[in-house]
C-alpha cells in the first residue's frame, strides 16, 4: 500500500492506483483508467461545519437526482448519492469533521458503473484524518 497525504488527511492506495493533486483537488485514479476519484478539502476558518452548511453544499445535487443518504467513511459523517449524468455513473460523498468539509465525487463511463465500487469503498474506508495536536 502506498500513503497520499494531505494537509488534513492520510489516504492509502492500492499499487494498482495513483494520485495526483490538481489545485485544491486530490485525483486517485486506476492504472486502467476506468474511473476517478476527485476529493477536495475544505476548511472553515473557525467553527465547526454543520448541517446547514453541509446540505447547502449538496442542495444542487440533490435537486436534480433525488435525496442523499446518510454515510459515514471513517471519521467523517454526511451524505452519499449515486446518480448518472452525460454517460457518467457517478458516486458523490459529502462530508464534515469538525472543521472540515470533505467532498469526495467517483466517476467513471456509465458502461463501467459498479466495476470499481468495492475498490473505492475500500479506498476510502482508510481516510484518516490528521488532528493537530494542541500546543503547550
Do not use: H
Not at 476527485?38 to 437526482?65: C, H, P, R, W
Amino acid at each position: 500500500m502506498r500513503v497520499v497525504e494531505s494537509q488534513w488527511w492520510i489516504i492509502e492506495l492500492p499499487e494498482e492506483w495513483e494520485a495526483d493533486q490538481d489545485e485544491d483537488t486530490i485525483l486517485i485514479s486506476d492504472e486502467d483508467g476506468v474511473g476517478e476519484i476527485a476529493i477536495t478539502t475544505l476548511e472553515k476558518e473557525s467553527g465547526l461545519v454543520d448541517e446547514t452548511e453541509l446540505q447547502d453544499y449538496m442542495n444542487d445535487v440533490v435537486e436534480q437526482f433525488g435525496p442523499a443518504e446518510l454515510a459515514q467513511v471513517a471519521e467523517l459523517d454526511g451524505y452519499y448519492i449515486a446518480y448518472k449524468e452525460d454517460g457518467d455513473a457517478v458516486r458523490e460523498w459529502y462530508l464534515r469533521y469538525d472543521n472540515l468539509l470533505v467532498l469526495i465525487t467517483y466517476s467513471c463511463d456509465d458502461d463501467n458503473a459498479g466495476m470499481d465500487d468495492g475498490a473505492v469503498n475500500e479506498i476510502l474506508e482508510t481516510l484518516f484524518i490528521k488532528v493537530e495536536e494542541p500546543e503547550e
